[in-house]
């Protein structure tokens, strides 16, 4: 498929989540339209497999009779394999098209049989390996709900109508190599995320800073054993991660929110991640950590800026917080999440985080955080500035922190990247440019006026663990000189000129018979 291609199949998937939108706003729709087309999907990817297995009896899945015996035989063989491989199933009369095919019949009702169907994906993987994965995975799609219509005729005829419109699309999942859908997936998620307000930053990263992070825990390396994101959102941040190299073994993460949890799983398996290859837990990352005694070669997040948490003393004795002596305050738990990261990062890991700037200068507790893990331990790799106005929801300028317990350089990179935007209407954004130029300067290191500068341990000991940019990166820009005798020149021209009009106004006022003005 081509670039045009699929950006006419992104626009349509747009143009039929807008019709099913109606009066609902941005993150209500999302999760219904997302949700029939994760349904689409798991059932045209189960319908491929099943295929394949019954191709050598020139059987086709979809047209077993499940009231028959000899082919409900087949259908429990098919089943067990299913649950092997894909983790979970679906009977024939349960996929997709079947649904949307009665659906376009007149006075055919469906929503019973559809809520029927959706707990039944659930209920399969009951008591298998994959159950964790699709527990309460649909739980969002009320089909009862009277923002679908007032009635229940209003809700089939609209549901029918989606249905109908997303079957006759083709996401091409029998060509290995394509990501249609998951491009397609992720295209609609920035599309809710830029109407959703200052909701959006619960569930997306700006997929240019994604990339930026992305590129960063992977410099020098082309495979990861795993990647970890303690607040992950819609996971779109760890599969960003994906495209960097060609393989990560295993995914993990950790998001409070219940429903952008079901979206982050619905978008592991849609991205054809394996469900024993990742772990997406549901539950408040610094209160209940759910992944203790595990560390990671790559670690990214986009935490809550300036988020609110219990600091609780017993947090003092917390393997997490215990070795600095401090833990984050209450009012503001960025370095709370940076200090919980540490704590799983690998010693051949990279971790890199979106904070605010308040993070570099804030003092008290967070000063002497700052002060521990760069001047005892030595772990911050570099600070990245970045343009204000780029994230959903919020206008305050943010930066990114690197960190490494085995560092190769004895220093820190500043880059001052806040200009290094495209200006929007609403909302600035980076370009492709702008990432590059942000991900080079990262990698080579080099030092450029106004720009980047590598400072040493002993230079930000000076400035008592101070990390604001510009105490490091000079972005002055001196006032072009003035030359007072031309200006001087000028003004006598003008003078002169002055004269001959005055001059000119005095005749005319003569000819008219009144008094020229002083």
């Known amino acids: 498929m081509t670039d045009e291609q699929k950006k006419k199949l992104e626009q349509k998937l747009w143009n039929i989540a807008n019709e099913l939108r109606g009066k609902m706003n941005a993150d209500e729709f999302r999760d219904y339209i997302l949700g029939f087309i994760f349904y689409k999907y798991l059932s045209e990817r189960l319908n491929l497999y099943a295929d394949g297995i019954l191709a050598g009896d020139g059987l086709k899945f979809a047209n077993l009779d499940e009231t028959k015996p000899k082919e409900r035989d087949v259908l429990e063989a098919v089943e067990e394999a299913s649950l092997e491989a894909l983790g979970y199933f679906l ?19 469906i929503l019973e049989d559809l809520t029927q169907i959706l707990n039944n994906i659930q209920k399969s993987t009951m008591g298998t390996e994959s159950e ?56 609609l998620i920035g599309q809710f995320a830029s109407g959703a307000g200052k909701k959006a930053g619960e569930f997306y990263t700006p997929q240019q800073v994604s990339t930026i992070l992305a590129r960063i825990v992977t410099t020098g390396k082309d495979r990861l054993r795993n990647v970890y994101d303690p607040t992950c959102g819609s996971g779109s941040l760890l599969l960003r991660v994906q495209k960097e190299v060609s393989h990560v073994g295993d995914f993990y993460g950790q998001e409070m929110n219940r429903t952008t949890y079901n979206l982050a799983r619905m978008n592991m398996i849609l991205h054809g991640v394996h469900y024993r290859n990742f772990d997406i837990r549901q539950e408040d990352t610094l209160e209940h950590p759910q992944h203790e005694g595990m560390t990671f070669e790559a670690i990214v997040a986009n935490p809550p800026f300036s988020a609110k948490w219990s600091a609780n003393k017993m947090f003092e004795s917390d393997d997490r917080f215990a070795e600095y002596g401090r833990i984050a305050p209450g009012s503001k738990a960025d370095f709370a999440f940076v200090q919980h990261m540490l704590h799983h990062l690998d010693d051949d890991g990279t971790m890199a985080v979106v904070l605010p700037h308040g993070v570099l200068f804030r003092g008290a507790a967070e000063g002497a955080i700052r002060q521990f893990l760069v001047g005892t331990k030595n772990w911050l790799d570099a600070v990245i500035g970045l343009p204000a106005n780029i994230f959903y929801g919020t206008s305050i300028p943010t930066c990114i922190l690197v960190f490494k317990k085995c560092k190769e350089h004895d220093d820190v990179l500043f880059v001052d990247a806040s200009g290094c935007f495209e200006k929007g209407k609403n909302q600035n954004s980076l370009s492709d440019a702008n990432v590059d130029r942000i991900v080079t300067a990262y ?27 510009p105490r490091y990166v000079d972005t002055f820009e001196a006032e072009p000189e003035v030359d007072l005798k031309a200006v001087t020149e000028t003004l006598r021209q003008i003078e002169n000129d002055m004269g001959g009009v005055d001059a000119q106004i005095r005749a005319f006022c003569a000819e008219l018979g009144l008094e020229a003005p002083v």
């Open 91 to 109: 009977k024939p009369s349960e996929l997709f098209s079947a649904v949307a095919t009665k659906g376009a019949q007149p006075g055919q009702f």
């Open 443 to 469: 990698r080579s290191r080099a030092v450029e006026d106004r720009f980047s500068h590598r400072a040493s341990i002993a230079e930000i000991t000076e400035y008592e663990f101070n990390l604001n940019i």
């Open 132 to 187: 964790e994965d699709f527990d309460h995975l649909f739980e969002d799609l009320d089909l009862t709900s009277t923002k679908l219509g007032r009635s229940v005729e209003a809700r089939n005829t609209l549901i029918a109508k989606v249905l109908g419109h997303l079957d006759g699309i083709d996401f091409e999942l029998d060509d290995a190599n394509s990501d249609v859908l998951g491009d397609a997936y992720e295209y």
